[in-house]
T-cell receptor, first 113, second 116 residues
């Protein structure tokens, strides 16, 4: 089955700087890669996603890149703000008719004011 | 519109008790998923429904775990004879379409289960 690895597990950046979180996956059949943000005690919320026919996607301060050959994808947050502090999870969905997501272990992002 | 809701939000059970966790998906969503999230970890897949059909239950950790969605809407996850290792947050998610995948999964707030 699919295995998703995520790095780093914790990340602290100064407010205004950029943050990058990286994930690798094992199943070459995976074709959908969402990123979720989870604040303490809250539900995971989708912040951006990318499909395998696209190499990069951007939404304001958030961007995701996908390298299918290397089987890795990354989340980039620019001009970080205190409200960006949360745990971020990457995930991968395989293309075998089951839409289940396999999640990474999460990155705790702390923005230092 | 209303998002995915779950109840109860918190549940404390004594070891050996049975518990039932409810999920109300977004109206009209075909797919429904249950995930288990241990403290400090990412969600892990338990089971998947397409309407009322349970198409994948490969993630259920033991036969003490049972899920149903009899009318293709509300779903219940039941855990029999709870054990301490069942303590976790149980997340429900739903998505609009079934075929082809790549659909956004919307998560509920979760039920935090503590087994003493």
């Amino acid at each position: 089955g699919e295995n998703v690895e995520q790095h780093p597990s914790t990340l602290s950046v100064q407010e205004g700087d950029s943050a990058v979180i990286k994930c690798t996956y094992s199943d070459s059949a995976s074709n959908y890669f969402p990123w979720y943000k989870q604040e303490l005690g809250k539900r995971p919320q989708l912040i951006i996603d990318i499909r395998s026919n696209v190499g990069e996607k951007k939404d304001q301060r958030i961007a995701v890149t996908l390298n299918k050959t290397a089987k890795h994808f990354s989340l980039h947050i620019t001009e970080t703000q205190p409200e960006d502090s949360a745990v971020y999870f990457c995930a991968a969905e395989s293309n075998f008719g089951n839409e289940k997501l396999t999640f990474g272990t999460g990155t705790r992002l702390t923005i230092i004011p | 519109g209303a998002g995915v809701s779950q109840s109860p939000r918190y549940k404390v059970a004594k070891r050996g008790q049975d518990v039932a966790l409810r999920c109300d998906p977004i109206s009209g969503h075909v797919s429904l998923f249950w995930y288990q999230q241990a403290l400090g970890q990412g969600p892990e897949f338990l089971t998947y429904f397409q309407n009322e059909a349970q198409l994948d239950k490969s993630g259920l950790p033991s036969d003490r775990f049972f899920a149903e969605r009899p009318e293709g809407s509300v779903s219940t996850l039941k855990i029999q004879r709870t054990q301490q290792e069942d303590s976790a947050v149980y997340l429900c998610a739903s998505s609009l379409l079934a075929s082809g995948g790549q659909e956004t999964q919307y998560f509920g707030p979760g039920t935090r289960l503590l087994v003493l």
